[in-house]
């Protein structure tokens, strides 16, 4: 006789279903502004690297609140050119003339030069490139220019800002960290005469907010715009090149080059320059050691020993 053994009936306790306050009050953050949900149901695509973009403006206006008062504060302007759209994070209008700052709330290590189109940040695994802030500043200076009939005479400074979690890597008087922004407007004020009356600062400001695009749906296609363009032209292969015969090098190659300071001092190299820049690096340590030697007596002892050898080379040069 056989017995099957039953199968204990398992009560399903339902959840009690809370009201719509109860979930509210229960979240650690009152807002879903951020979720994947609400951020379709808006018209603009709000990305975590925007959100970061914002928090970095946000410290450096934060910042910004300790200028003196004759400086004037322009955030967040959006331009509309025959081309498309050119943004200004801020702008500061004063009587020493005006400042253009662009800020970036990078990661990792951020190398790169004034004068090269690209800039690289390496974030351990990976390198990626991106435009030179420098630059783009030179192009957002002569919209400016432009579309307010702003008198070039009027010295208009830019300055590129990074902040401290990166480890930069740039060398320029335009580029520093955004703790040190203040240090140098103040600094450099000091030294700049004065060409903007009050009178002046205030027709600039009214010809900058009147080419200001406030409509806020064009604002956010060109939100949605930007994050398109930069899904679509993701890094790929050829966007990184050597810094001496522009040819194209794979991440692996670049991530090496930049390990390396003392060798390539934060710069990237194609695998045959790679070796010429070895060869010089050895040539000048084996160098410094033989002068280190011939300091300290050395040198002529082992001259003895390569002759004594019967070395030809050493032989034919004596």
């Known amino acids: 006789m056989f017995f099957w053994k039953r199968e204990k009936e398992v009560k399903k306790i339902t959840p009690e279903l809370k009201t719509a306050r109860e979930t509210w009050q229960g979240k ?38 300790h200028l003196p008062r004759c400086f004037r504060r322009l955030s967040n302007l959006l331009l509309k050119t025959k081309g498309g759209f050119q943004q200004i994070d801020h702008l500061l209008i004063s009587p020493y003339g005006i400042f253009l700052l662009e800020v970036n709330n990078l990661s990792g290590l951020i190398v790169g030069e004034e004068e090269d189109p690209k800039w690289y940040q390496s974030i351990t695994w990976r390198v990626k490139p991106f435009p030179n802030p420098i630059l783009e500043n030179q192009v957002r200076i002569k919209v400016l220019q432009e579309l307010a009939g702003l008198d070039e005479t009027i010295p208009v400074f830019s300055y590129v800002t990074f902040n401290r979690r990166c480890n930069l890597k740039v060398f320029s008087s335009v580029v520093f960290y955004d703790i040190d922004l203040l240090a140098s407007i103040i600094k450099l004020t000091q030294n700049q005469p004065v060409v903007l009356c009050d009178e002046e600062i205030l027709q600039i400001i009214e010809r900058i907010e009147k080419i200001n695009v406030t409509e806020l749906g064009i604002r956010n296609e060109y939100a949605a715009r930007q994050r398109r363009e930069r899904m679509q032209h993701r890094p790929k292969y050829g966007d990184i090149r050597c810094s001496i015969c522009q040819k194209a090098v794979n991440e692996r190659m670049a991530r090496y080059c930049l390990n390396r300071p003392e060798k390539f001092a934060w710069k990237i190299y194609c695998e045959k320059h790679q070796r010429e820049m070895t060869r ?39």
């Open 28 to 65: 650690k953050y009152k807002t879903n502004y951020y979720s994947y949900n609400s951020v379709r149901r808006r018209d603009s695509l709000r990305s975590k690297k925007q959100r970061k973009h914002e928090i970095g403006e946000y410290k450096l206006e934060v910042e910004l609140t």
């Open 280 to 318: 010089v690096v050895r040539r000048e340590y084996t160098q410094r050691e033989e002068y280190e030697e011939i300091g300290n007596g050395k040198g002529r002892e082992r001259h003895d020993t390569y002759v004594k050898t019967g070395d030809p080379k050493k032989e034919s040069m004596d």
